[in-house]
């Protein structure tokens, strides 16, 4: 068995939200657009990393997922995300700093509260 990748699905009360996060800070492409639907939903996707955008507010009222995102050069995003949007970097944790397992790591988190860590070993 061989496992590829790894693409989780988060739930927007308002999917602009995500797209904003995703699309214009983190520079995800829209893969699938399926915003004009009833449900409307997105594939973003980046450097061979992907994720599935959804509105519903039924599940984005039950989980605010955090996830991880590596980088080679985590100095590079800290300094492109800081400048471009300054308002999503998660207060906790608004730097770069190295963390105890090891990991350089900071934080983003959009109006919703889905928390993005960006994160160098």
């Known amino acids: 068995m061989h496992f590829t990748q790894l693409v989780p699905n988060i739930f927007y ?8 996060l995703f699309v214009n800070c983190l520079e995800f ?8 639907e009833k449900r409307p939903c997105c594939v973003v996707g980046r450097d061979g990393l992907a994720v599935f955008l959804f509105q519903d507010k039924f599940y984005a009222d039950k989980d605010r997922p955090e996830i ?3 980088t080679t050069d985590i100095e ?5 995300i800081s400048a471009s949007h300054p308002h ?3 207060p906790n944790l608004s730097r ?17 509260h889905v928390c993005v860590i960006i994160q160098q070993w």
């Open 88 to 90: 999503l970097l998660h």
């Open 96 to 112: 770069p700093t190295l963390r105890p397992w090891g990991a350089r790591e900071f934080a983003l988190a959009d109006p919703s």
């Open 13 to 20: 009360e308002d999917i602009n939200v995500g797209l904003d």
């Open 68 to 70: 991880r995102i590596h």
């Open 76 to 80: 590079e995003a800290y300094k492109k």
């Open 29 to 36: 492409k829209i893969g699938y657009n399926g915003l004009a």
